[in-house]
């Protein structure tokens, strides 16, 4: 039971201490990546000490950390001796690819999971996550299958009707995804979607194409307010697109008529409060004419949320830091046009380069931000633009050119050696 000023196992904080030195609140970022390295910045800023965690060595989080590691975070062992080495106060998923059962027990015995070890091992399955968003808290959802095999699949395809979309059963941001048109595609959208996602699995979802008008990323926070209370602020509306299955470009806000406003804030709180916990969710829905209808739960900031670090004051990882530290938020804030746009790799090789930034910088309002991975490959992820402008249009447009400027070069040479995790 929660009770006044805790949620989850984070209390309500007037102070903290000192990082490394002294006795500052003690945050395990599991997942490294561009999003944990934004968390792991204004974490540290509010003093917090921050230790990165990832598969890799030299992860964008890691750069700015106080400490880090490399560890199989799959694995239930590595995860748990890490645990009980850094003895952290929250401990903070940032990426699918962890061993949620492990998060699940490490909770059962004490530890602080954020949002909850629960609610990150259900938003990671699609299934979970979907029976969870549909009979629990009632939301509107498009037509799924779940199937174990390609003959199920085919059969799921014939009840469903095509088009329809096959996806990994745990969450992977677009990896294991493809839309299917015609019969012929089913076995190859089978294969990607069971053996390409985060983890391999038999297991898949087929779900009816929904022909949206517009894709939407609700941002929701549950936090304490000044008062210590536990409360539900959701974000403006974040539209994106994705020319693929992968985020490309975000914007915000998208204005909706007072109807479908109100249906996206009451689905993005229905869910959450499902979810319980504490912390920021990106909850991702399709509009279609005046019909909202959930997509997926992320529970941790969001890739479409980027665009938050130019559109308001607080983004989506400054309020993440202070909903986990038991900080109190007074929300929601006003918000200006804003768009990001991705910077992507073009070629496969270590340490690039980028040229191109004093044009890609040329436009007031625009910031770029570079995330440091030490491998490019065709698609990676490697940076973002992001742009103010008088209107949103003008934003996308402002935002659009500075990614095109940049030019990721890439070095010849020979991969750096791995570190060492823990024993």
Request: net charge negative.
């Amino acid at each position: 039971m929660t009770s006044p000023g805790r949620v989850a196992g984070v209390a309500f904080r007037d102070s903290l201490g000192s990082p490394v030195v002294g006795d500052a609140a003690k945050i395990l970022l599991l997942g490294s990546g561009e999003l944990g390295r934004e968390v792991a910045i204004e974490a540290m800023r509010l003093g917090a000490e921050v230790v990165a965690v990832d598969r890799y060595d030299h992860a964008p989080a890691m750069q700015v950390a106080h400490r880090s590691h490399v560890v199989p975070m799959t694995d239930p062992g590595a995860l748990r001796a890490l645990v009980e080495r850094e003895a952290p106060d929250v401990i903070v998923p940032e990426i699918e690819q962890i061993a949620t059962d492990e998060l699940v027990r490490l909770e059962e015995d004490g530890w602080t999971v954020i949002p909850r070890a629960e609610s990150t091992r259900t938003t990671m399955d699609r299934e979970r996550i979907r029976r969870l968003a549909v009979e629990q808290a009632r939301v509107a959802a498009s037509a799924y299958r779940m199937v174990d095999d390609l003959d199920g699949a085919r059969r799921a395809v014939a009840e469903l009707g095509l088009p329809v979309v096959f996806k990994s059963v745990m969450s992977s941001s677009g990896h294991g995804m493809t839309v299917v048109r015609d019969a012929a595609g089913v076995e190859l959208a089978y294969r990607a979607a069971s053996e390409h996602g985060r983890v391999p699995n038999p297991r898949v979802m087929i779900e009816e194409f929904v022909p949206f008008d517009r894709e939407v990323t609700m941002l929701t926070l549950r936090h304490f307010d000044p008062a210590g209370r536990l409360t539900t602020t959701v974000l403006e509306p974040i539209a994106h697109v994705r020319p693929g299955t992968l985020y490309h470009e975000s914007w915000q806000p998208e204005l909706f008529p007072p109807d479908v406003a109100h249906a996206l804030r009451s689905t993005a709180t229905a869910v959450t409060d499902q979810l319980g916990g504490i912390g920021l969710f990106g909850v991702e829905c399709f509009v279609r004419g005046g019909s909202v209808l959930f997509s997926e739960v992320s529970p941790r900031p969001h890739d479409t949320g980027l665009v938050t670090l130019g559109s308001q004051w607080n983004s989506e990882f400054a309020l993440h830091a202070r909903a986990i530290l038991g900080l109190p938020y007074l929300g929601p804030e006003p918000t200006v046009p804003a768009a990001a746009h991705v910077v992507l790799g073009s070629s496969r090789g270590w340490a690039p380069r980028y040229g191109g930034l004093s044009s890609a910088l040329a436009a007031s309002g625009v910031r770029l931000f570079l995330f440091g991975k030490p491998e490019a490959y065709p698609d990676r992820r490697l940076g973002v633009a992001v742009a103010r402008g008088r209107t949103v249009e003008e934003a996308r447009a402002f935002a659009e050119q500075a990614a095109h400027a940049v030019e990721a070069r890439i070095s010849v040479g020979p991969p750096p050696a791995p570190a060492q995790g823990p024993p």
